[in-house]
């Protein structure tokens, strides 16, 4: 698995190179596997199914080269000319790569069989992380007088993260297993700094979200606080952002938590939280990060990695030549799925907070047929079934 024990996990006293460090002894890849990987280190594979997986990679690849890197072309507008209309499109951008986070999340904690566990606990912290840090980027869009458009940001499986950020990291939908956690969960959280993730330079999400910072202080805009939501989500409250000092505080909450950290574990482990990089980073190490006199290790108590249900990887283009039965969970969880997104483009469009509350709650019903799923296996012993997480559009009329 890549795992080097002896090396520590931060170096000592230099910023730079403990997140250097940090990235080496979790295992970061220098060339992130796809689900092609995945399926073949949990289940049997064939070579059709490989080569089909392989071919979906360098798809995405390709695409967030050619068409998706709309963070590199917001990056290279000069800072003088980053106004309100720049802001607007950036906190669109934000919108979808927030959401992108949640699916592989969900997948993962859903497929914990104790929701109990040490490890369902981490994760399922993080996915209202995640939630709130959505929710904090879309009343930021409203507040500089835009208009979250989420249903239509939702990404497809497997895929590149929007806006051509870390190119190279192809995320997939599967059931939590330790390849998974390293080369989804803990490549989409790598920490600020370089990782040579893939042979061709990208923007990276810390690198985004203070350019957001520095545009908000340049511009200086009037902040509307009509159509913002006030929500408690998970344990967090999302509150309108009023003055500047809300931004910024907003945006460094998304960053310490998160993508594109750059706070030493000293610090995001100050309130026993620590940054979703680290608590990956124990998953798959399946030890706590300590501090020794080498620098940062995973050498505290044991994470153990819990019993999980083998959710195999969502093929490209979905699963195909289903059961009636298993086709009629597939439409039951992407009809939720879709009156979820349905919701929250409503509540910020005038909905509230009452329309969100309803949205969440929808949320919390996509876990049974997404189990029912994971519990169903796949024709050929490769595993079981899992949700696709797909975006039903509604038919005009």
């Known amino acids: 698995m890549g795992e080097e024990p002896d090396e520590p996990a931060v170096a000592p006293f230099k910023r730079r190179r403990f997140l250097a460090s940090a990235a080496v002894a979790a295992g970061a890849p220098t060339a992130v596997a796809g689900p092609a990987q995945a399926a073949a280190s949990q289940t049997d594979v064939t070579a059709a199914d490989v080569a089909a997986a392989e071919v979906a990679a360098a798809q995405a690849t390709s695409q967030a080269a050619a068409g998706l890197g709309s963070v590199a072309r917001l990056m290279a507008v000069p800072e003088d000319s980053r106004g309100v209309a720049w802001l607007r499109s950036a906190l669109q951008v934000a919108v979808g790569l927030e959401l992108a986070t949640i699916p592989p999340y969900l997948c993962g904690w859903w497929s914990v069989k104790d929701q109990r566990s040490e490890v369902a606990r981490m ?18 869009l409203v507040a500089v007088g835009g208009r979250p458009q989420i249903k239509a940001a939702a990404p497809v499986y497997p ?20 390849p998974f956690v390293r080369d989804v969960m803990m490549a989409i959280e790598a920490p600020e700094v370089s990782l040579a993730r893939s042979v061709q330079p990208s923007p990276t999400v810390g690198e985004f979200y203070e350019g957001m910072i520095g545009a ?45 950290t750059e706070s030493s574990p000293t610090d995001s482990f100050s309130d026993d939280r620590p940054a ?41 283009g979905g699963w195909r030549n289903t059961s009636a039965h298993v086709g009629g969970l597939l439409f039951r969880f992407d009809a939720m799925y879709s009156t979820v997104l349905d919701s929250l483009d409503a509540a910020w469009a005038g909905g509230g907070h009452r329309t969100l509350g309803a949205g969440i709650r929808t949320m919390r019903g996509l876990e049974k ?29």
């Open 123 to 140: 994760i399922r912290r993080i996915v209202g992380d995640e939630m709130y840090h959505l929710g904090i980027v879309c009343n930021l």
């Open 159 to 178: 895929g590149p993260l929007p806006g051509g950020v870390r190119a190279g990291v192809n995320v997939y939908l599967s059931g939590l297993t330790r």
């Open 216 to 260: 908000f202080r340049a511009v200086r805009p009037n902040l509307a606080t009509r159509g913002q939501v006030t929500q408690h989500i998970d344990t967090d409250e999302l509150r309108p952002v009023r003055t500047l000092d809300d931004v910024e505080h907003a945006i460094e909450i998304i960053r310490e938590q998160g993508e594109g």
């Open 276 to 316: 979703h990089y680290y608590a990956f980073g124990e998953i798959y190490h399946g030890r706590e990060l300590r501090e020794t006199d080498d620098g940062w290790r995973y050498v505290g108590p044991p994470v153990p990695f819990p019993d999980v249900r083998p959710m195999a990887p969502v093929p490209v």
């Open 369 to 397: 047929p997404a189990v029912e799923l994971m519990e169903t296996p796949v024709p050929g012993g490769r595993g079981t079934y899992g949700p696709q997480f797909r975006a039903l559009r509604r038919p005009r009329r």
